[in-house]
């Protein structure tokens, strides 16, 4: 059955760092594409950084200079690389990914989230 586990959360003080981790169930899948996305309390669930299966990368306005979306070179692994953090980035933070298993693909395989805490 393919998964897709996020860790790294926690509680950082402004201006902080973590580094958010996205790996499918099994090492035997391959991570095609992949998009964080947040959702805060009474908030929409938003993209925050997108990695394409080129490498190509986009961002949020709001995080473009402090988030770093990126991939291991076996692409089994997408980070998110979150540095300068501010209080208004709390929120749970979700990894979206299209998987490659051989020639099978399991498209929008959502996570379960990690929740992110940023103090002020």
């Known amino acids: 059955q393919v998964q897709v586990v996020e860790s790294g959360g926690g509680l950082v003080q402004a201006g902080g760092s973590l580094r958010l981790s996205c790996a499918a169930s099994?090492?035997?899948?391959?991570?095609?594409?992949a998009g964080w996305y947040r959702q805060g309390p009474g908030d929409r669930r938003e993209l925050v950084a997108g990695i394409t299966s080129s490498g190509s990368t986009n961002y949020e306005d709001s995080v473009k200079g402090r988030f770093t979306i990126s991939r291991d070179n076996a692409k089994t692994t997408v980070y998110l690389q979150m540095n300068n953090l501010k209080p208004e980035d709390t929120a749970v933070y979700y990894c979206?990914?299209?998987?490659?298993?051989?020639?099978?693909?399991?498209?929008?395989?959502w996570g379960q989230g990690t929740q992110v805490t940023v103090s002020s």
């Open positions: 979206n990914a299209d998987i490659r298993s051989g020639s099978t693909w399991y498209n929008d395989y």
């Open positions: 099994d090492t035997m899948f391959v991570i095609n594409a």
